[in-house]
């Protein structure tokens, strides 16, 4: 032991009657906690974690076990030199127990990194222009995507040609005896993972991925705005270790329309009208994203009143519900007056019965 003598049983907080599973349970809980790798930097997890691994690798093994419990922790005592092999290590791979390595699989993600775990592979992102009547109603486009995908001859593997390490025996592990302990280490030769490449991949030359461009049709809703992001699930690139390829996500850019102006799910748009329409009222022809529309324009309506045009706006994209459109009224006057036309108008002054800036604010 490292200071003294210690009870394995008390170490994991277990009774001595515990069953087997109970104690993997145990050690399974407390390395968790106390894992180096969960504690950067904290030397006192360490030590317990060191303190965890020896109890287990005892008391994991039903042999070892019952040869402790016969001999008790006094008789049980780590040969001289255990620190300094012990300490290699802050893993739990240095010891061999039952189940170790599912222990650890549980919450590092691999088997004790002898093995990738799987990722998935990185997102790309692309744009897409559209116009405004695009985006209203929808469209379906072809793009040309360029991006790697795992290379088939050789599955990703890069190699064409494998044989298994002759160091370790293709296990990718290198194992040592200390007294009543297994010590093991990653092979070096080849990196754990118990082979090694004699001859790589003539198509993708060792990379397991290879460059591929292809042309897609892309389905994009109605109703997409500036910003709005497209995915096609599995175009990224590819996984790491058996995991998914990533996905393609094309960002949607609406060019500027010369009529109307969008905000969210409503549109905007000026409307010229005459004297006479705005001071008698009239029925006139509204632009919208549909089409053409009429509108009653009541009598008295002055320059910027606005007026909403109810559903005329742009469709939801999850729930298709449409907004409105408003429409500002810009009254439009002649340029080019004859003597006559001036005359007119100076009629139409003295209907006027107020100045109409009086009621502004003076400095």
């Known amino acids: 032991m490292t200071t003294g003598v210690k009870d394995y049983y008390e170490v994991l907080g277990v009774s001595k009657d515990a069953s087997q599973d109970e104690i993997k349970k ?24 060191k303190e965890l691994n020896e109890a287990y690798a005892v008391l994991g093994d039903p042999k070892k076990r019952a040869e402790y419990d016969r001999l008790g922790p006094a008789g049980f005592e780590a040969p001289p030199g255990f620190e300094e092999f012990r300490t290699h290590d802050f893993t ?22 002898f093995r990738e775990a799987p990722l998935k592979g990185a997102d790309l992102i692309t744009r897409m222009t559209l116009t405004l009547e695009e985006a209203f109603s929808g469209v379906t486009r072809p793009i040309t995507i360029s991006h790697g995908v795992t290379c088939q001859r050789c599955g990703g593997s890069g190699a064409e040609g494998v044989t298994s390490c002759a160091k370790c025996g293709g296990t ?24 090694k490449v004699t001859r790589l991949c003539p198509d993708c030359r060792g990379k397991g991925t290879i460059l591929k461009t292809e042309t ?23 996984g790491v270790a058996g995991g998914p390829p990533g996905d393609l996500y094309i960002e949607i850019e609406i060019l500027p329309h010369p009529t109307f102006k969008r905000e969210g799910n409503d549109l905007y748009v000026e409307v010229p009208v005459t004297i006479p329409e705005a001071a008698l009222g009239a029925k ?37 519900k449409r907004g409105d459109q408003y429409v500002n009224i810009k009254i439009v006057i002649p340029k080019e007056l004859s003597s006559e036309d001036k005359k007119l108008f100076r009629e139409i002054e003295r209907l006027y019965k107020e100045n109409p800036r009086q009621r502004m604010v003076r400095r």
């Not at 897609?216 to 997409?224: H, M, T």
């Open 26 to 49: 145990a050690f399974r809980r407390l390395a968790r906690k106390y894992h180096p790798d969960l504690n950067p930097g904290d030397k006192g997890a360490e030590m317990r974690f």
């Open 92 to 113: 739990g791979r240095g010891f061999e127990a039952p189940g170790f390595e599912d222990i650890f699989s549980d919450f590092l993600g691999a088997r004790t990194g």
């Open 172 to 195: 990718g592990k290198l194992k040592s005896r200390k007294g009543f302990f297994s010590v093991s280490q990653t092979c070096p030769e080849c990196g754990g993972t118990g082979r």
């Open 216 to 238: 897609v049709k892309v389905k994009i809703p109605a109703g997409v705005d500036n910003g709005s992001r497209v995915k096609l699930r599995g175009k990224g690139e590819p």
């Open 284 to 320: 006139i022809e509204v632009p919208t994203i549909d089409g053409m529309t009429k509108m009653t324009l009541p009598p008295g309506t002055q320059g910027n009143q606005r007026f909403k045009l109810k559903g005329k706006g742009f469709p939801s994209p999850k729930t298709g």
